[in-house]
């Protein structure tokens, strides 16, 4: 299958829901493709284009043990005729993440954390290059200048009359996306998974110009990236219970938890006309689940 037809949905589906007594909508880009699926599918659109213009055979990128991007990148690269490597953070492990991406044919290397740090050196690269047969790279996450084409291009599947759309802030990729893509009268809101205020300025460097009309929320990171607390975990099972919709613990369930949060604070109005961004990322639930011992919903 081409680069092109693989990266080209037809139709992302809307579901409208109403819980704790707010009426909104859910861009399900988690049922764009299973594995594949969600903001990863759009961060890694232009890449994977850029790669095959100029002439690529491998594509090479980073992640922890269980990363939604090593995985997304793998079923990527499977589907559209390219090998893939997977440089994964720390010892090695066997998990239903990894598993997964091995499925579809990714080679994964594991190397120290100290290593990992150097991933955006240009020694590192180098190295990296010469090692495995000059691939495309890849940055951890997919966020770089062509991931951004990409994701602005999510406004293709969001009608005008949505004035606040909300998703959640990792490495700020999708979001800035959104931002660039907006039209005058739409608000964005993030929340972002990570802690500190700095993720502020991350943001504000990568949509550049296009500071207006868009707030960042940093209050609903439960500790930090994939931390959690039992609080979290509820609200997810009970959102999943009233409607249907399955959310992660690392990305989609603190968006939503902020989402409601900032409703309840009436920082949000019920007569907006709201638009949550499902960016996908349920295949690493299984993990969760096997890890932790719950049972939350994975699709």
Not at 51 to 69: P, Q, V
Not at 97 to 122: C, N
Not at 213 to 227: E, I, S
């Amino acid at each position: 299958m081409s680069v092109q037809k693989f990266f080209s949905p037809e139709d992302v589906p809307i579901q409208r829901v109403q819980f704790a007594g707010l009426i909104f909508d859910i861009l399900r880009l988690d049922k764009i493709h299973q594995g594949a699926s969600g903001n990863k599918f759009f961060k890694l659109k232009y890449n994977f284009i850029e790669a095959e213009k100029n002439g690529y055979k491998k594509i090479l990128t980073f992640g922890g043990a269980f990363s939604n991007h090593i995985v997304a990148t793998a079923i990527s690269a499977k589907s559209s005729g390219f090998k893939s490597i997977g440089i994964i953070r720390g010892e090695k492990v066997n998990n239903p993440s990894l598993k997964l991406a091995q499925k579809y044919g990714m080679e994964l290397h594991f190397i120290d954390r100290e290593d990992y740090r150097k991933k955006e050196t240009d020694d590192f690269l180098d190295e990296l290059k010469r090692k495995y047969d000059n691939p495309f790279i890849i940055p951890e996450g997919g966020t770089n200048d062509l991931a951004l084409n990409g994701t602005a291009e999510i406004h293709n599947f969001i009608p005008e009359h949505y004035n606040l759309i909300t998703a959640c802030f990792g490495t700020g990729g999708t979001l800035a996306g959104l931002i660039e893509g907006k039209s005058d009268h739409q608000k964005v809101l993030g929340v972002s998974v990570l802690k500190g205020d700095w993720v502020k300025d991350e943001l504000k460097n990568l949509v550049g110009k296009n500071n207006d009309n868009w707030n960042l929320t940093t209050n609903y990171h439960f500790g930090g990236y994939a931390k959690w607390k039992h609080e979290l975990i509820d609200f997810i099972t009970e959102f999943y219970e009233k409607t249907g919709v399955p959310l992660d613990p690392v990305y989609t369930g603190k968006m939503m938890y902020g989402l409601m949060m900032e409703w309840k604070k009436d920082n949000i109005s019920s007569d907006d006309h709201i638009l949550a961004i499902h960016s996908g990322g349920l295949q690493g639930i299984a993990g969760f689940n096997e890890r932790f011992g719950f049972n939350l919903a994975e699709r």
